[in-house]
């Protein structure tokens, strides 16, 4: 499961992705844009907006499929009750969770945390932004460490906030999202408005 909001979909999320499937050899790998993020402060794009640059940004991806779950639960979306639900999709197979590094150093704050840890192992990549110490399961207080991977893949220094500023000032860099994810923005008349980058 590789949840986040997707706003928009970029090169770094793909090759998470792609990496995901090859380290982890998965079978299948659930994208999951999130619906109410109980942590983000700013206020997402539509819920079918992102869904559908999503499906653009995955479609040449076989093992992936890209899941409205938590787009039509009502209220916040934490990723226990998203587990739940795959859960009961797939009874006997073994779920990994990927997570950020920044993430994963608050993870014991996350909703039902103890539960995350029973139900899938967490897979932990680490961002440009992140101090390489905190990708460490043993820096984290009472995670077992035989549930927690790190995940090896070059960093790519794309974030969605940067890429919503460049699209609001025109000036957005065509290598970074794929072209049918900067089509559809466009057509769309996405991201017009300034954005804040700290947000």
């Not at 979909?9 to 619906?35: E, K, S």
Request: charged share 15%; aromatic share 8%.
């Amino acid at each position: 499961m590789f949840g986040g909001a997707f706003d928009p979909p970029h090169r770094a999320h793909q090759a998470l992705a792609q990496a995901l499937i090859q380290q982890q050899h998965l079978d299948l790998l659930y994208i999951v844009p999130t619906g109410q993020a109980w942590h983000k402060s700013r206020v997402l794009s539509d819920a079918s907006h992102r869904l559908a640059m999503a499906r653009l940004a995955f479609q040449n991806m076989p093992q992936v499929v890209v899941d409205d779950l938590e787009t039509q639960r009502v209220g916040p979306s934490y990723t226990v009750d998203t587990l739940d639900a795959l859960q009961l999709r797939h009874p006997n197979v073994d779920f990994c969770v990927l997570v950020g590094a920044d993430q994963a150093a608050s993870f014991t704050q996350w909703h039902q945390w103890q539960r995350i840890l029973e139900m899938a192992q967490l897979v932990v990549v680490q961002r440009p932004d992140t101090s390489a110490d905190k990708a460490y399961p043993h820096e984290w207080h009472n995670l077992p460490s035989e549930r927690v991977t790190r995940m090896h893949m070059p960093l790519m220094d794309i974030s969605s906030s940067a890429l919503r500023a460049s699209y609001a000032s025109g000036h957005p860099n065509p290598e970074l999202v794929s072209p049918l994810v900067t089509h559809y923005i466009q057509q769309n008349q996405l991201y017009l408005e300034p954005y804040d980058r700290s947000r």
